[in-house]
T-cell receptor, first 115, second 114 residues
């Protein structure tokens, strides 16, 4: 089955700096890679996703890059703000299969943005 | 407001109790999921329902019993739980059971088994 490794487990940055979180996956058939943000006391919320037919996707201050050859993908947050502080999860899925919603999640990264 | 509502938000139960977790989605989705979130572990998929039919049971012990009466409601019935079952239980929904429909999560039920 799929295995997703996420690093770092904790990340501390100053407001305005950039933050990068990296994930690797094992199943070369995986082709859908979402990122979720989980704030304290809330459930995970989808912030961006990428499919394997593109190498990069951007939405305002967040971007995701995908390297299918190396089987890794990364989340980039620029101009970080204190409200970006949360736990971030990557996930991977073989969307061509019949595994409905069977995302494999990384272990999570606790991001802290200091004012 | 996430569109997926879970009740109760917190639950404390003894190992001999029977309780139920409830999830309701207001997004018009057809697939619903239960996930378990434990400290320092990745999110674990427990059950998947697609158009009210269970399509996935990820080797979950029988002390957890799901019920999906319609596409908008999902329950998780609990009985004779163990302390290691203490965790945050998250419900999610998606537009359909197709694998890459984005998941929408509720805010979870924090369960403590004493």
């Amino acid at each position: 089955g799929e295995n997703v490794e996420q690093h770092p487990s904790t990340l501390s940055v100053q407001e305005g700096d950039s933050a990068v979180i990296k994930c690797t996956y094992s199943d070369s058939a995986s082709n859908y890679f979402p990122w979720y943000k989980q704030e304290l006391g809330k459930g995970p919320q989808l912030i961006i996703d990428i499919r394997s037919n593109v190498g990069e996707k951007k939405d305002q201050r967040i971007a995701v890059t995908l390297n299918k050859t190396a089987k890794h993908f990364s989340l980039h947050i620029t101009e970080t703000q204190p409200e970006d502080s949360a736990v971030y999860f990557c996930a991977a899925l073989n969307a061509g299969g019949t595994s409905y919603g069977k995302l494999t999640f990384g272990q999570g990264t606790i991001l802290t943005v200091h004012p | 407001e996430t569109g997926v509502t879970q009740t109760p938000r917190h639950l404390v139960m003894g190992m001999t109790n029977k309780k139920s977790l409830k999830c309701e989605q207001h997004l018009g989705h057809n697939a619903m999921y239960w996930y378990k979130q434990s400290a320092k572990k990745p999110l674990e998929l427990m059950f998947v329902y697609n158009f009210k039919e269970q399509t996935e049971n990820n080797s979950v012990p029988s002390r957890f019993s799901p019920e999906c009466p319609n596409s908008s409601h999902l329950f998780l019935h609990l009985h004779t739980l163990q302390p290691e079952d203490s965790a945050l239980y998250l419900c999610a929904s998606s537009r359909s059971g197709t694998a890459n429909s984005p998941l929408h999560f509720g805010n979870g039920t924090r369960l403590t088994v004493t």
